[in-house]
């Protein structure tokens, strides 16, 4: 079984410029969801929105090809893929020759979902599309939808988690409410460096205390660890601490190496969000 110790993260890495798909790291996810009361069988559906910024490969002939491309992994899978690892990975594709788009798009495909269900008895597809340069003009930039948090005073103190910040109006008639914050940031669970991001979190249920949650939020603020548990941490303190009906939580984190990721965690199954990138992206 993989650890982020063994990794490449945090260690000098020679860049490889011709297609290798070993070069993907894959670590499994049940030991940190264990870890937060998730388990085996998670009360929730999701998937990991990934943008890559810096594909490129060479044509038949030898010119150089650059697209973006963007990966859905579902949050089923057994294993998530070390970010720096698929850096790697994708800088592997700049001085191979493809025929077209389709095979790369097809090449990552098939290498990725492997690596995701590797080590188990089931197996499945991720999304990946390919996005060439005469669809660029059609990329957006949009803030996520929500009341935002930020616009209280609060006092922080707290920089670790504190799940005990949370609590909800269960006396009072359930609410429906999309609250976000452009406040998150965490640390990277092997390296330490800070990762960046915007959360927006939609409920059913008793009304949760907005600055509880906003200082909740900040107190990821010195925490390690890697995007998609921080997530699926939030989405299970919100979930067991204030008993909501239904709970998406969704965060978009600031790139880094070309790549950014996206988790979305919910109770209830659903058509994905648009993978359309913020400001700070």
Not at 30 to 55: H, M, Q, S
Not at 149 to 161: A, H, I, K, N
Not at 175 to 192: D, M, Q, R
Request: aromatic share 8%.
């Amino acid at each position: 079984m993989n650890t982020p110790e063994q990794s490449q993260l945090g260690k000098s890495s020679a860049y490889v410029d011709q297609y290798d798909a070993s070069l993907l790291f894959p670590l499994p996810r049940l030991e940190k969801r264990e870890e937060i009361g998730a388990g085996a069988n998670p009360p929730f559906f999701g998937a990991d929105l990934w943008t890559g910024y810096e594909l490129s490969w060479l044509n038949p002939r030898g010119k150089p090809q650059v697209a973006l491309v963007q990966f859905t992994v579902p949050c089923e899978t057994p294993n998530l893929i070390e970010s720096k690892s698929f850096k790697l990975y994708l800088n592997s594709f700049n001085n191979s020759q493809f025929s077209d788009a389709a095979e790369v798009q097809a090449r990552l495909r098939a290498d990725l979902s492997e690596a995701v269900w590797r080590g188990s008895n089931k197996s499945g597809s991720i999304g990946v599309q390919v996005l060439q340069a005469d669809r660029f003009d059609a990329q957006q930039i949009n803030e996520l939808d929500g009341l935002l948090l930020d616009r209280l005073d609060v006092e922080c103190s707290r920089y670790t988690p504190a799940p005990e910040l949370l609590s909800a109006k269960h006396e009072e008639a359930p609410v429906h409410e999309t609250l976000v914050s452009n406040l998150l940031k965490s640390n990277c669970l092997v390296t330490g460096q800070p990762d960046w991001g915007s959360v927006q979190i939609h409920y059913s249920g008793a009304q949760i205390d907005q600055e509880g949650l906003l200082q909740y939020l900040v107190s990821f603020r010195n925490h390690n660890e890697f995007h998609e548990q921080c997530v699926e941490r939030i989405f299970m303190d919100i979930w067991t601490r204030c008993k909501p009906i239904k709970l998406s939580v969704y965060a978009r984190y600031t790139r880094r190496g070309g790549l950014d990721i996206n988790p979305l965690r919910t109770s209830h199954p659903g058509a994905l969000p648009a993978n359309v990138r913020t400001a700070r992206q």
